[in-house]
């Protein structure tokens, strides 16, 4: 019991500390960029290239969002990674899907992504082609923030509270965020199954 009770203290201290206005930021970007008839690509590798594809389909289904990310389409990603390499994949998708201005990238990230270390760097190079456009960036990232806390317009660190579990909390919180924002009442559009339910 000892190890389930001090997860869940974690969890209940990372809850007081997450910067809320940072989120608060991420709503009102998301805002605009619908209102521009923008798009949301959302990015993120391991278990952030998981909960891209669930993101996507709640922001399309309940904010009526138009939302892509590329680990949806595993022919052209393992297409991309074959020809062009892992590094560039996710950039050359990005590409391809002629990313714009009023565009917004969302990173769902461990570590945000560090050049100097080789970590993650299909995210950084992503994010530098954003800011060469000036797509808005939005991210939920752990440890420092890395390269996506740098370039981003909103970013969330979920902080850490022990070193031990850095990954577990950050990867299970960018759940609870995004999920934040799809049920923010000026993002949803639709009511959701079971509180449809009466």
């Not at 080789?118 to 797509?135: D, E, H, M, P, R």
Request: glycine share 10%.
């Amino acid at each position: 019991m000892n190890y389930i009770e001090q997860y869940f203290k974690e969890a209940r201290d990372i809850i007081d500390k997450i910067d809320a206005h940072q989120i608060r930021k991420m709503v009102d970007i998301l805002v605009s960029v619908k209102a521009s008839k923008g798009r949301l690509f959302i990015l993120g590798v391991g278990g952030g290239a998981g909960h891209a594809s669930h993101a996507v389909n709640d922001f399309r289904k309940i904010c009526e969002f138009e939302a892509y990310t590329p680990t949806d389409n595993v022919s052209e990603l393992t297409a991309r990674i074959n020809d062009d390499g892992w590094d560039t994949a996710y950039v050359n998708w990005l590409k391809g899907s002629n990313l714009v201005k009023d565009d917004v990238i969302l990173v769902f990230s461990v570590g945000g992504g560090n050049l100097e270390k080789g970590i993650s760097v299909n995210i950084v190079n992503s994010l530098q082609y954003a800011k060469q456009i000036g797509t808005k960036i939005c991210g939920v990232v752990g440890r420092d923030g890395g390269y996506t806390s740098k370039v981003a317009d909103a970013c969330v660190i979920i902080p850490i509270i022990n070193n031990d579990t850095i990954t577990p909390h950050t990867e299970g919180f960018q759940a609870v965020v995004w999920h934040l924002l799809v049920s923010h009442p000026e993002l949803q559009k639709y009511e959701m199954k079971w509180e449809s339910t009466k």
